[in-house]
Each structure stands twice: as structure tokens, then as C-alpha cells.
């Protein structure tokens, strides 16, 4: 790899010097004249170092060094100085430089500075890049992604997180919602803002649009002092809005004109305040639905929509179970100071066969319950919640070992019939044969479906 480097100096015998000498070390040069064209040439995109005056016209190399490190935190910029100036290149490096050199420039120290400079860098990336590594795999773990249903939500995520767009979660209650949103923001670029999360059902119209917008003191009765809301708390951030279907009509204007013009006012104010934030959407409604009905904008649905996420219900994904409740069982082994190594067969075989109307919150509360009954190292099914200790039993029937081997079919054919509730061609074709082979076998009794 062949880096890339910016001198920005206004003296040109200076700049060009420089800049040969940097390409005999073998590097690629780019020269401005002053601070402005430097920050032009930055922002494509490609520059791996920047070499800069620190007295130029214009914007001056203290400013351009803290433009860089705003835009991109820990960039490496060594400074320019006169001997006059030495002091405020001091003050530079307190603000983010990598180091500074007086003029007339050493040459050889110059060389050694940017050598070691952009072997931090590079050290710096390979540790970023496995930090975001480690992140998705420890977030591909938290949502339990083996399946096909939940492989398909984690491409999403790992699409969409490193843009702005705005995203839909939809789902029913207890299947992630809420972990989906957290991946999102985690594997963004805002991950080092704030990720702030606003339960929109749990608040009454007015009290939502306070905690949203904030409000100015005095606007209404108990509003002893200004208050800031959860969009001026997330700037530069995510806001997470969960249940966003059970919000009234009037504050759906207003959280739209927020999405379009990225700004508000307090409760109660006139000032107007810009805001920077992500918008992440959850709700276990139908919106589409509910816009037919004229109870959810579609404009905003729209905004909201920009990218959808639908999690699977635990019942769709059953493979997931055993990894996330392993994870669950080794969490609350913990917790509870109980030495629980895993779950029995049987006990699996019941989890397995659950319908989980509850999705993983239910699952996370049967395998706490399960470890605190549990006496033993291992989880059985009788230290499983009365529910899920008959989970399945109507999958099975019980043949006697002392029937022919006709009775036996007709003990099987008859707790297919009774499993799809007396529908006939249902539980032939469960079985692999024809109906009128299913009646032959029955000794011809019954022609309901």
C-alpha cells in the first residue's frame, strides 16, 4: 500500500521541498497553499497523513488540524512551526497532534515522524477493525442469527448500520425488537453517541411530546424549569421510538415535520432547535393497516420506512433455541450462584415442541425459572414451567408393544386424524397416503373432513 500525504504550507519552495523529499521515501504527495484548499483536499477522502504549517492565511494550520480531527478523530497531523510559534505548537499537540518540528525542517526526523505516525494509524485500524468484528459476531450471538429467518436479519442490519437511513422494526412482542435497534446503532458510526430509547406507549399524548421535544419553563402546570427532550439528548446519535403505531395524530405532524426538516421547538417555546439524530421505528402493528383505517399517517410511514427489519417469531426460528438458551442458562447459573452446566435431552425436546406466544422474553423467563427450580446440574422437564411439561405431548401417540402390526397402524392413523382435529386429508397427507387408502386402513368409519 502506497500512502498518501498532504503539505499544506504557503511558502512554495517550502511545500514542494517537502513534499520531494517525502516522495523519495516513497510516498504519495498532494500540496495547498493554504488551509482552505488543504481542507478541500482532505475531504475527498484519500489522505493518509497531514503535514501543516501552523501560520498560513485564511485558516490557519491550527484550525485545519482541528477540522481533521473533528471530522475524523485520532487523524495524524504533524505541525509546521516557526521558533517564535513554538508555544502554540505545543498547544496543538494538547488539542490532537501527532507531533510538531520547527523550521528549517530536519528532513531525517520529518522521514522518522511520518514513518511512525502512519504505523499508529495502521496499528490503530487493525484494532478498530477487530473491535467491529468482535462487536457483530458478540451481536450475531445476542440475537441467536442461525437460522435462515434470522441470518436474513442480521444481513439487514449489517447493511443498513452504516448509513442514516431510517428503519422500520416490525414484529410481535418479545421477539428482539428492541436488540435489533441496539445492533443497528452499534455497528453505526454514531456508536460513540447517544443511543436514547422512548417507550411511546407508556406515555399519555402530552407527556410524550414533552419527553420528545422537552419544554421551556412555565408551559404548563409543573414545568418548574426548561427541560430538554430525548431529540436534543440523541443529537448526533440514534433515537429508538418502540410501539411508534400508538402515537395520536397530532404528534405524528409534528414528529414528521421533525423528520423532514430536522428541526423543533420546545413545548411551550418559540426558539428553534436543529437536530442530528437517527430515527429507529419499532411496533408489533400492522401501520399499513392501520393507515387503511386513518389511524397512522402515511407520509410518515414513508419517512419511517426507509428500510424495513422483520423479526421472525420464536416459533418460525426454533433452531435458535438451544444457543439462546444456553446463553440465557449460563447468565442466570450466575446470577443465582447455582452450578447448572446445561439441559436434558427431554427438557429440550419440550422447548422444541412450545408454541412461544411469548417469543424470547418468555423463553429468557422459562430458563431463569427452570435454573432456580432446578437441584441438580442439569435442567430436566420437571424443572420446566407447568406449560411448557406438556409441550408436545399432543405430537405423540403411545403404541403397545403387545399389538399387531395392523392395530399399530391404526393407533398411528387415528392420533394423526385427532392431531389436525378430525381433518381426514390433512393427516393422510401427513402420513404419505391417499385418503381412501387412510379409510381402508380405518375399516371405512368416518367420511369428515
Known sequence: MRFKLLVADDEKNIREGLAASLEMDGYATVCAADGNEAWGLFGKGDIDLVITDLRMPGVDGGELMRRILAETPGFPVIILTG???????????????????????????????????????????????????????????????????????????????????????????????????????????????????VHCAALSSGLLESELFGHE????????????????????????????????????????????????????????????????????????????????????????????????????????????????????AADNGKAVQGISEKAYSRLHAYNWPGNIRELRNCIESAVVMCRGSLVTEDDLPPALQSAGDEDWVRVPVNVSLGEAEKIVIRGAVAFHKGNKSRAAETLGIGRKTLHRKLGGAGDGE
Open 83 to 197: 521558533h517564535g510559534t513554538v508555544e502554540s505548537a505545543v498547544s496543538a499537540m494538547r488539542e490532537g497532534a501527532w507531533d510538531f518540528l520547527t523550521k528549517p525542517v530536519n528532513l531525517g526526523r520529518l522521514s522518522m515522524l511520518v514513518k511512525r505516525a502512519l504505523e499508529n494509524r495502521e496499528l490503530v485500524l487493525r484494532h478498530r477493525q477487530m473491535e467491529d468484528e468482535l462487536e457483530r459476531n458478540r451481536l450475531s450471538r445476542s440475537m441467536s442469527g442461525k437460522s435462515p429467518a434470522m441470518r436474513k436479519v442480521l444481513d439487514t442490519v449489517g447493511r443498513v448500520a452504516p448509513t442514516r437511513a431510517s428503519v422500520l422494526i416490525t414484529g410481535e412482542s418479545g421477539v428482539g425488537k428492541e436488540l435489533v435497534a441496539d445492533a443497528i446503532h452499534d455497528l453505526s458510526p454514531r456508536r460513540g453517541k447517544p443511543m436514547v430509547k
Open 217 to 332: 419553563k412555565g408551559a404548563f402546570t409543573g414545568a418548574v424549569s426548561r427541560r430538554r427532550g430525548r431529540f436534543e439528548l440523541a443529537h448526533g446519535g440514534t433515537l429508538f421510538l418502540d410501539e411508534i403505531g400508538e402515537i395520536d395524530q397530532n404528534l405524528q405532524i409534528k414528529l414528521l415535520r421533525v423528520l423532514q426538516e430536522r428541526e423543533f421547538e420546545r413545548v411551550g417555546g418559540e426558539e428553534t432547535v436543529g437536530t442530528d439524530v437517527r430515527i429507529i421505528a419499532a411496533t408489533n402493528r400492522d401501520l399499513r393497516a392501520e393507515i387503511e383505517r386513518g389511524g397512522f399517517r402515511e407520509d410518515l410511514y414513508f419517512r419511517l420506512n426507509v428500510v424495513s427489519v422483520n423479526v421472525p417469531p420464536l416459533r418460525d426460528r426454533k433452531d435458535d433455541i438451544p444457543v439462546m438458551a444456553a446463553g440465557f442458562l449460563k447468565e442466570f
